[in-house]
T-cell receptor, first 111, second 108 residues
Framework: DARVTQTPRHKVTEMGQEVTMRCQPI?????VFWYRQTMMQGLELLAY????????DSGMPKDRFSAEMPDATLATLKIQPSEPRDSAVYFC?????????FGPGTRLLVL | DAKTTQPPSMDCAEGRAANLPCNHS???????VYWYRQIHSQGPQYIIH???NNETNEMASLIITEDRKSSTLILPHATLRDTAVYYC?????????FGTGTSLTVIP
């Protein structure tokens, strides 16, 4: 049963610290998405990649967030420095055509 | 406008059909309509999608109006485990706008 995996599942950190979230897309999927979900804003698209190339990161705060795909099996989302307002659930999704399959999310709390 | 409009909440009796409407009046000819659901704090789960024709799979049926301005997701026999937030989306240039969805509560 192919699934998107995300690590860590939970992260508590202090303001100013660097946070790195990882995602392993489903094997063979060439598109990877990063979303953020909060109660206030709902589910927001931060960035997405196709064939490891970034296609759109307009939803991502550029000054502190960065997203990369070092290889086809790994996508990363980094926040440096983290702030309390970054507290949210971060979801990764992968797709081969247009149907997205989501991971379980990383629950981030920045104190 | 790449958004859709859904009622914020609905109730459905267990065992009955749940019919969840979605308006997408500005949808363009090549945009698919997708439905996802999110149970509690899990990642959204793909349900079904369609372009023009009605679609059915093991989870649900999707009815799209002839003018494609609206659609309805049908869960034929709702169970308590179908309680979730249901999102109707358009695929706009490979971007998905989830909006606020419909919170469906299945009542015993």
């Amino acid at each position: 049963d192919a699934r998107v995996t995300q690590t860590p599942r939970h992260k508590v950190t202090e303001m100013g610290q660097e946070v790195t979230m990882r995602c392993q897309p489903i094997l063979g999927h060439n598109t990877v998405f990063w979303y953020r979900q909060t109660m206030m804003q709902g589910l927001e698209l931060l960035a997405y990649f196709r064939n490891r190339a970034p296609l759109d990161d307009s939803g991502m705060p550029k000054d502190r967030f960065s997203a990369e795909m070092p290889d086809a099996t790994l996508a990363t989302l980094k926040i440096q420095p983290s702030e309390p307002r970054d507290s949210a659930v971060y979801f990764c999704a992968s797709a081969s055509w247009e149907t997205q399959y989501f991971g379980p999310g990383t629950r981030l709390l920045v104190l | 406008d790449a958004k859709t409009t859904q009622p914020p909440s609905m109730d459905c009796a267990e065992g009955r059909a749940a019919n969840l409407p979605c308006n997408h009046s500005t949808i363009s000819g090549n945009e698919y309509v997708y439905w996802y659901r999110q149970i509690h704090s899990q990642g959204p789960q793909y349900i079904i999608h369609g372009l023009k024709n009605n679609e059915t799979n093991e989870m649900a049926s999707l009815i799209i109006t002839e003018d494609r301005k609206s659609s309805t997701l049908i869960l034929p026999h709702a169970t308590l485990r179908d309680t979730a937030v249901y999102y109707c989306l358009r695929n706009t240039g490979n971007q998905f706008y989830f909006g606020t969805g419909t919170s469906l509560t299945v009542i015993p």
